[in-house]
């Protein structure tokens, strides 16, 4: 014991025992904080996914409303992810300078209002800016909660993280399929659309309530972690092979997700399968559910196991297989359908150690940016696929009504799909997984 010995007796021998206490009680309401912070900003994604997977359910009720073909409403529909996507690199700056707090409040905002305009408008130029809107605030979402999750959890717990992110963001999902689809059948799609809205409002004051940009700062709007220039950021990320390489083998393999089971698989399984709407949402939700189970599963394995690429590339495989069986095999089973998709979807979901690899391969500064970079080829992929099937099948015959198209006809538009998994497993050779 240092200090002078007339002070001895005032001190007691058991100090350091408050001071192991004090530092776990500190820890534990740091883990608290931590977890609250984490789930006010994936509550924030499920809002966000919900907008960007609605329009699968509401694309017949959409069309005939403005009467417009599907390669009109793909075209409009994807205003979202060019949106989503030119946002991203902006998105990860404004992250990674400002932080989380701020962001993901005015983006939230964002969302909210956009949602709200898209529900009102009767106009088809309105109704682009809407979605565009949605798209830019949608952007610092999932961008936004791994941001947290890397300022607020150990680094091992990354992973993890971001499974555990896409799981809360895909319950967004599964209550934009049949759910959303008896609410429509009970108040119309507008003012289905119109809860939702009041639900981003809310989740929007929640943010700015609760969300924290760090530990370190429990109440400032700016976060201070060490940063790189502007130019360097950009330039890090786009001089190395591997930002691309990843992004795109993320993107090509979340493109059936974005373009299938987002927007056409509801009316594919409605034609090919002869299901009613109802049964076709339902069915369809199961590939999000699958995604929900598989993304933290998937992300514990290759954690545990040191292997990313291993657990991408089964996971690629199998989606492949998958797939294929869900277009050109007549499935007439539905218990057998759900339980396709279900694994579809679980096995779609190994991509996302695509991000904590990316992240590797880039200074911890830059995280953000790098999520974000990633994000934005997965978005421009996905936007790139939901209109040109959308084409195809304009191809064969222009209607409003997507009923009106033959089973051949939809397989062959949503056969690309698979082509892009294929595809995907050659870019797979040349990822680099760092150890």
Known sequence: MTGPACSARWIRRETPRPKTTQRKLHMTTRQSAAWSIWF???????????????PGVIAKPLAQTFHIDPGSLGFIIAFYFWAYAIAQI???IILDKYGARISLGLAALAVSVGTFLFAHTGSLVILGLARILVGIGSAFAFVGCLKLAKSWFFPERFGLLVGLTNTLGVCGALFGQEPLTKMIHHIGWQHSLEVTAVIGFIVCALIFVIVRNNPHEKHAMVDHEDKLPLAEHITAIIRNPQSWLVGIYAGLMVAPVIAFAELWSVSFLQVDHHLTASLSAKVNQFIFIGIAVGGPLNGWIAGLL???????????????????????TDISNVLRLQLTMFFFGFFTSSMLSCFPLNVDHHKPAISATVIAFTNMLIMIIGAIFQPLIGGILDMFIHSSDLLHYTPHEFQNAVIVLPIALAINLII?????DPK
């Open 306 to 328: 040191k292997r990313r690429k291993l657990v991408m590339g089964i996971g690629n495989v199998m989606a492949l297989i998958l797939l294929i069986a869900i277009i050109k």
């Open 40 to 54: 006010i900003a994936a509550l924030f994604y499920a809002v966000e996914f919900f907008q960007r997977v609605a």
């Open 428 to 432: 797979l050779w040349f990822i680099k």
């Open 90 to 92: 902006p998105v990860g």
